[in-house]
């Protein structure tokens, strides 16, 4: 639309459109066309990644050079099935919960009581155990979150401090802290086929957690979640359901971690409520996922394998004692300080700053701005406006 300061006639502001069209239309194509040409290539650098990564997991029994390396990398493996799980919550909704071990213990409880009192067979009782994580889940949610923030947190240790002394003192039923020992489901297997089994399975449930993760990522309901995760009041306002989606994503979060916490239950074999509903491993699905990158995929998967294997590590070379938990809290303090979202991100974002920049019409000088302009409108631009400015 023409301004009060502008002197050239209809016609001439009409060609003068067209020719910031035709600067704007060769600058903006040639940016597409090498967008495009950039695009297959990143799609095939990701699958190659995607397969590698595929290979070295399904090939990681057979390279193991003994029970001890196979037993810690299916401890890592249920690392990164918890941090995952926790991120169906934390990534999406912004709400960072530190009791999410209470659904761990939950499962891997469930789990083992369902096999010792009710001879269920023990895959039958982990999916109940799951079911029963899920329903349990659904008030303690309704509940937990009508708050935000520090206070949603402290909610979130208090659901884990309880649980942890129910189960402790219960011991007629649960076994209190003499622990609770659960039946093997593959009895006959010696333990290095044990643990191999048990390291596929696991990688199993972490293939469907990533393929749903990835399928809410691109669905409406996770863009719902990303918007409360930015701003919940304009989301709210905006007609999203954020009380719902809280909810759900809640729910679903804690389910996953039942299931890790029965898998594992099925695995090890022996439980002990000071560790299954420990605050410690909440905090290290917070610190995994955050360290990965919590927007990304595979963000806690990264973060699983750095901080799982890095804690298997301390504890090998140093025993019994506590140094493990300061190498862990070192490495929090340089996440939040340096990466604070994460490797996958931080990552990402060198690549795009030191790699191959788009061109744009703000890189051309002001003649060939000109020039292109004068091309564009036949030449006749500048007759036409002093022209007009003759007549006045």
């Known amino acids: 639309m023409p301004n009060a300061s502008d002197t050239r006639p209809a016609s ?20 597409a ?50 941090a995952t799980a926790w991120n169906f919550m934390g990534g999406f909704t912004g709400y960072v919960s530190l009791g999410h071990a209470a659904f761990f213990g939950l499962g891997a409880y469930g789990t083992g009581l369902l096999v010792r009192d009710l001879g269920l067979p023990s895959f039958v009782a982990w999916l109940v155990a799951g079911a029963i994580v899920l329903v349990v889940t659904i008030p303690v949610g309704i509940a937990a979150l009508r708050v935000r923030g520090a206070s949603f947190v402290i909610v979130s240790i208090a659901f884990v401090l309880i ?31 044990h643990h191999r089994t048990f390291f596929y399975l696991f990688a199993a449930l972490l293939a469907v957690m990533l393929v749903a993760w990835w399928a809410i990522d691109r669905s409406r309901f996770g863009t719902g979640l990303k918007a409360v995760r930015e701003d919940e009041d304009k989301a ?40 299954q509903f420990s605050i410690l491993l909440g905090a290290y699905m917070v610190l995994m996922a955050l360290l990965g990158g919590v927007r990304h995929l595979f963000g806690p998967l990264l973060g699983a394998v750095i901080v799982g294997t890095g804690l298997e590590y301390f504890k090998l070379e140093f025993g019994d004692t506590q140094l493990h938990l300061v190498a862990t809290a070192l490495l929090l303090g340089v996440v939040v300080l340096f990466m604070p979202d994460g490797i996958i991100p931080a990552a990402q974002s060198l690549v795009r700053r030191f790699g191959p920049q788009d061109s744009s019409i703000r890189e051309m000088t002001a003649a060939e701005l000109l020039e292109r302009n004068r091309a564009a409108s036949g030449g006749d631009t500048t007759t036409e406006v002093t022209g007009e400015d003759d007549d006045r």
């Open 12 to 31: 001439a502001h009409g060609r003068g459109a067209h020719a910031g069209d035709a600067v704007a239309g060769p600058a903006a194509s040639a940016g």
């Open 33 to 82: 066309s090498r967008a495009a040409a950039r695009r297959p290539w990143t799609r095939a650098a990701r699958v190659a990644a995607l397969v590698v990564g595929v290979a070295l997991v399904l090939a990681f029994p057979a390279m193991a050079p003994n029970a001890y390396i196979l037993s810690a990398g299916i401890v890592v493996a249920s690392y990164a099935c918890t």
């Open 163 to 193: 649980l942890l002394l129910v189960f402790q003192g219960w011991g007629s039923f649960t076994g209190g802290s003499d622990g609770l020992v659960v039946p093997r489901p593959f009895p006959d297997l010696l333990r290095p086929e």
């Open 236 to 275: 709210q306002a905006l007609g999203v359901p954020t009380r719902d989606y809280k909810l759900v994503a809640y729910v679903v979060s804690a389910t996953f971690t039942g299931l890790a916490g029965g898998m594992y239950a099925l695995w090890f074999g022996d439980l002990d409520p000071i560790f």
